[in-house]
């Protein structure tokens, strides 16, 4: 068997360490078989070492996978030896009720590719075609790692109906924040505010098109949204760092016939206060948005079309072998988007 390397999660415990594996092979005539080349850190990878994400070790993490198809097997015909392409990570059955109403990213039976099955944080990685998107040639490795959280965002964007000229304010300024605010400014909103504690997040912010940038530890950010729309409130508030003081905050300077799109992961068992009058009186929605249901191809097309700043949201490249330091990194909010680089 050829061997290769990967950054294995043995469980809580232990953490993750790169080590030498035996290299996926094409099993089914479904297969494709990637030499990868950069897979973007998620918070989700975060969370699964310190035991707030659910995965099954031991297991290989890693699912914003960019690369090259290696070998396909027989009865793969959209991709080819030598394409460059990019990998949907979540698996769904496509026979259960959320599958065959549209909404496949509800999937009764989800499996993920970085928790469940080994993922892109290696030498090679295993996909089924159905999961594997054929890039252009020109679109660099560290653009198109981007693609699957880049594909979530549009997902909460569209769900979030974004008219031009409205007034827009994002609670948490990593990767994610600042792609929901290169959206807006993309789509006309009139003021776009970023909430953010980190100094050099809040700058990214500013970079890629706030107007305004906040920080929570020294004023209120509900009082500073309602000040900078006379009163009114946001016409579209998000929510990406998962945590109820924020959530409450974002439906709480969202104006009436507001829309509040919750992306961040709390826990479970978390709960949030809202009040149920507000929402009837004032036609308030508060949409949830999980992964991507159908924008992956769109995000590609986006991406390829500059829509994202991506010199300034990704600003650590690693290699594998330096996979501890990633980690670190991002524990520590001392980078933006860290992609970690296997060629």
Same mark, same amino acid.
């Given at each position: 068997?050829?061997?290769?390397?990967?950054?294995?999660?043995?469980?809580?415990?232990? @953490?993750?360490?790169?080590?030498?594996?035996?290299?996926?092979?094409?099993?089914?005539?479904?297969?494709?078989?990637?030499?990868?080349?950069? *897979?973007?850190?998620?918070?989700?990878?975060?969370?699964?070492?310190?035991?707030?994400?659910?995965?099954?070790?031991?297991? !290989?993490?890693?699912?914003?996978?960019?690369?090259?198809?290696?070998?396909?097997?027989?009865?793969?015909?959209?991709?080819?030896?030598?394409?460059?392409?990019?990998?949907?990570?979540?698996?769904?059955?496509?026979?259960?009720?959320? *599958?065959?109403?549209?909404?496949?990213?509800?999937?009764?039976?989800?499996?993920?590719?970085?928790?469940?099955?080994?993922? @892109?944080?290696?030498?090679?990685?295993? %996909?089924?075609?159905?999961?594997?998107?054929?890039?252009?040639?020109?679109?660099?490795?560290?653009? $198109?790692?981007?693609?699957?959280?880049?594909?979530?965002?549009? +997902?909460?964007?569209?769900?979030?109906?974004?008219?031009?000229?409205?007034?827009?304010?994002?609670?948490?300024?990593?990767?994610? @924040?600042?792609?929901?605010?290169?959206?807006?400014?993309? $789509?006309?909103?009139?003021?776009?505010?970023?909430?953010? !504690?980190? +100094?050099?997040?809040?700058?990214?912010?500013? #970079?890629? /098109? %706030?107007?305004?940038?906040?920080?929570?530890?020294?004023?209120?950010?509900?009082?500073?949204?309602?000040?900078?729309?006379?009163?009114?409130?946001?016409?579209? /508030?998000?929510?990406? !760092? /998962?945590?109820?003081?924020?959530?409450?905050?974002?439906?709480?300077?969202?104006?009436?016939?507001?829309?509040?799109?919750?992306?961040?992961? *709390? #826990?479970?068992? $978390?709960?949030?206060?809202?009040?149920?009058?507000?929402?009837? #009186?004032?036609?308030?929605? !508060?949409?949830?948005?999980?992964?991507?249901?159908?924008?992956?191809?769109?995000?590609?097309?986006?991406?390829?079309?500059?829509?994202?700043?991506?010199?300034?949201?990704?600003?650590?490249?690693?290699?594998?072998?330096?996979?501890?330091? $990633?980690?670190?990194? +991002?524990?520590?909010?001392?980078?933006?988007?860290?992609?970690?680089?296997?060629?």
């Amino acid at each position: 068997m050829t061997k290769m390397s990967g950054a294995m999660f043995e469980g809580i415990e232990t @953490g993750v360490s790169v080590v030498e594996v035996d290299a996926p092979s094409i099993s089914t005539p479904n297969d494709v078989l990637i030499r990868m080349r950069a *897979c973007g850190m998620c918070g989700t990878d975060l969370a699964i070492l310190e035991g707030r994400h659910p995965a099954k070790p031991p297991v !290989i993490l890693g699912h914003e996978c960019a690369g090259e198809v290696s070998a396909v097997g027989q009865g793969v015909t959209s991709v080819a030896v030598g394409d460059h392409v990019v990998v949907d990570p979540n698996l769904r059955c496509g026979v259960c009720r959320y *599958c065959r109403s549209d909404r496949p990213n509800l999937c009764e039976t989800l499996v993920s590719i970085g928790e469940d099955l080994n993922g @892109g944080f290696a030498t090679f990685m295993l %996909a089924p075609e159905k999961a594997v998107y054929k890039l252009p040639l020109r679109m660099n490795w560290i653009t $198109a790692a981007l693609t699957e959280p880049f594909s979530c965002i549009v +997902n909460g964007f569209l769900r979030a109906r974004v008219k031009p000229s409205e007034t827009a304010v994002v609670f948490g300024a990593g990767p994610m @924040g600042l792609f929901w605010v290169s959206l807006f400014r993309r $789509a006309g909103a009139r003021k776009i505010m970023s909430v953010e !504690i980190a +100094n050099m997040r809040r700058e990214a912010a500013r #970079r890629v /098109g %706030a107007d305004v940038t906040i920080d929570p530890s020294r004023e209120d950010p509900v009082k500073r949204v309602l000040e900078e729309t006379d009163g009114f409130g946001a016409d579209v /508030g998000v929510e990406v !760092i /998962g945590k109820v003081e924020t959530v409450e905050a974002a439906i709480q300077s969202s104006a009436h016939g507001g829309r509040v799109v919750v992306m961040g992961t *709390c #826990r479970p068992d $978390a709960l949030a206060k809202f009040s149920p009058f507000d929402l009837m #009186r004032y036609e308030k929605d !508060i949409l949830g948005s999980h992964t991507q249901a159908a924008t992956f191809r769109t995000a590609i097309d986006m991406l390829d079309a500059g829509y994202v700043p991506v010199e300034t949201i990704v600003t650590h490249q690693i290699p594998l072998k330096e996979i501890d330091r $990633a980690f670190a990194l +991002n524990k520590k909010g001392e980078s933006v988007k860290t992609v970690v680089r296997m060629d």
